[in-house]
């Protein structure tokens, strides 16, 4: 069973992941680099989040394709048998098959890995809302350099 991309539905760029999350504090040392990075980081992020969304549609759609085909084959013996099964009873041995367990987990999985880098998305666009703000706040004199250092000063030393 495959899924879009040829990918399966799994950690979709650990590596980028891991690196996209970490660029969601904002250094107000390096306000500067924050502020030409950021859109960068948004970019790929929803780059990423276009292709989990894609592969969570599919995976959606194969589990879709399986519980029909289960259901199918458990009506087809159904008669083949002379037997009489309700809706309800179809429905429970389809959910009992193995093929639509498996396809049920695998979109499962694909959709939380694209909540995931929604997520990442998300996040990275509201410290882009935030440094916005920061940066009119040292435009209009309110926010310095000197307090960005004083409050990092501070959080070494493990003070408020």
Partial sequence: MGTAAGLEPQRLKPARFAVLTAAIAIDKMALDD?????????????????????????????????????????????????????????????????????????????????????????ALRAKARAMETYSQLIIAGYATRDSAQLERRRAIQGRP
């Fill in 34 to 122: 924050e502020l030409i990075q950021t859109p960068t980081f948004i970019q790929e992020a929803a780059e990423i989040a276009a292709e989990a969304n894609a592969m969570a549609e599919h995976a959606t759609k194969l589990y879709k394709e399986e519980q029909a085909a289960a259901s199918l084959f458990v009506r087809e013996r159904a008669t083949a048998e002379k037997a009489r099964i309700t809706e309800g009873g179809v429905d429970a041995e389809v959910t009992l098959d193995n093929k639509v367990m498996t396809a049920c987990r695998r979109a499962e999985a694909a959709n939380w890995e694209m909540a995931r880098w929604q997520g990442v998305v998300t």
